[in-house]
């Protein structure tokens, strides 16, 4: 069956340009996470949403960062106006109950590249 | 909140021999932890996961042992082959509870034939 869909595989931007990630997660899946990934690190909790809304967005790094969910399927991270530091693969999760951070699948992410 | 640490940042082993990744977490009442394997250019998978009401769990070649006492849990692969070399990562919830993991910094472990 179908995985966790992330798209773009790959992104380059200019510095101050507003980028758009897109998440498919797995069908009937009712949690879905965002992680970042930066160059040799561990990953770094973003957002987790349950249905369409957001218990715990803690992590986002600041206000140029947010996400949505949609009809409890497809989510978008937006980042505005890029900075360097942004830079990083970012991975979407999907679970199919909420709130247990249990078996999580994982796409294969969306290398963004701030130039 | 919880803090997760993992070691060692490298390991290489030859293969058919057993590596051991060892974490150590802050918050004692964290009570799930997973282990997840990324291959190159792939996102993470779940390999093994364990609960803590129980100390040791086995799925063929790879083991994950928890030491509640003294906060820590390790995975071990036996019989390794080169197709286990990967980055691994341990995690913990943190006592918030809302669905996010916090992971360790990772272990490349390299198998050579």
């Known amino acids: 069956g179908a995985g966790v869909s992330q798209s773009p595989s790959n992104k380059v931007t200019e510095k101050g340009k507003d980028v758009e990630l897109r998440c498919d997660p797995i069908s009937g899946h009712t949690a879905l996470y965002w992680y970042r990934q930066s160059l040799g690190q561990g990953l770094e909790f973003l957002i987790y949403?349950?249905?369409?809304?957001?218990?715990?967005k803690s992590g986002l790094p600041s206000d140029r960062f947010s996400a949505e969910r949609t009809g409890g399927s497809v989510s978008t991270l937006t980042i505005q106006r890029t900075q360097q530091e942004d830079s990083a693969v970012y991975l979407c999760?999907?679970?199919?109950?909420?709130?247990?951070?249990?078996?999580?699948?994982f796409g294969s992410g969306t290398q963004l590249s701030v130039l | 909140g919880e803090n997760v640490e993992q070691h060692p940042s490298t390991l290489s082993v030859q293969e058919g021999d057993s590596a051991v990744i060892k974490c150590t977490y802050s918050d004692s009442a964290s009570n799930y932890f997973p282990w997840y394997k990324q291959e190159l250019g792939k996102g993470p998978q779940l390999i093994i996961d364990?609960?803590?009401?129980?100390g040791e769990k086995k799925d063929q070649r790879i083991a994950v042992t928890l030491n509640k006492t003294a906060k820590h849990f390790s995975l071990h692969i036996t019989e390794t082959q080169p197709e286990d070399s990967a980055v691994y990562f341990c995690a913990a919830p943190p006592l918030s509870n809302t669905g996010k993991l916090i992971f360790g910094q990772g272990t490349t472990l390299q198998v050579k034939p």
């Open positions: 999760a999907s679970s199919l109950v909420g709130g247990t951070h249990e078996k999580l699948f």
């Open positions: 364990i609960r803590s009401n129980v």
């Open positions: 949403f349950q249905g369409n809304s957001a218990p715990d």
